[in-house]
C-alpha cells in the first residue's frame, strides 16, 4: 500500500506563484507513477498534470500548460506541482494520485489510479 499526503495549499492572489507538494509512504516511490487532480467546487475531479516513474515524461492539461510543471525526487519520495500565474480558474482542491508504474492505462482518468491523497485546498483571488 502507498500513502500520500499532500501540504502547501493556501490562498494567493492572481499572477501568484504557490508550490505544493505530495509524499509517498509504504512503497518505493520510484516504482509509482504520479499525477495531480483538482476538483473546483460544484465540478467533477479533473486532470492537470502527470509524471513517469524516472521524470523523464510529463504530461500537462491544456489550461495549465506553461504555468504548472510538475516534478519529483525518487531520493526524498515526493512530487511537486510548481504553479505559477495562477488564475481564479485555479481554484481548487489539489489531489495527487498514484498507480504502479508497470500498469498501463490513460494517464488523465481517475480510474487509472489506485492511490490517492486527502486533498490540499488551492484558493485564488482576482
Known amino acids: 500500500q502507498v500513502q500520500l499526503v499532500e501540504s502547501g495549499g493556501g490562498l494567493v492572489q492572481a499572477g501568484d506563484s504557490l508550490r505544493i507538494s505530495c509524499a509517498a509512504f509504504g512503497r518505493a516511490f520510484s516504482t509509482i507513477t504520479m499525477a495531480w487532480f483538482r476538483q473546483a467546487p460544484g465540478k467533477g475531479r479533473e486532470f492537470v498534470a502527470f509524471?513517469?516513474?524516472?521524470?523523464?515524461?510529463?504530461i500537462y492539461a491544456d489550461s495549465v500548460k506553461g504555468r504548472f510543471t510538475i516534478s519529483r525526487d525518487n531520493a526524498k519520495n515526493t512530487v511537486v506541482l510548481q504553479m505559477n500565474s495562477l488564475k481564479p480558474e485555479d481554484t481548487a482542491v489539489y489531489y495527487c494520485?498514484?498507480?504502479?508504474?508497470?500498469?498501463?492505462?490513460?494517464?488523465?482518468?481517475?480510474?487509472?489510479?489506485?492511490?490517492w491523497g486527502q486533498g490540499t485546498q488551492v484558493t485564488v483571488s482576482s
Open positions: 494520485a498514484g498507480r504502479d508504474a508497470y500498469l498501463d492505462g490513460i494517464v488523465s482518468l481517475e480510474s487509472s489510479y489506485r492511490y
Open positions: 509524471i513517469s516513474w524516472g521524470g523523464d515524461r510529463t
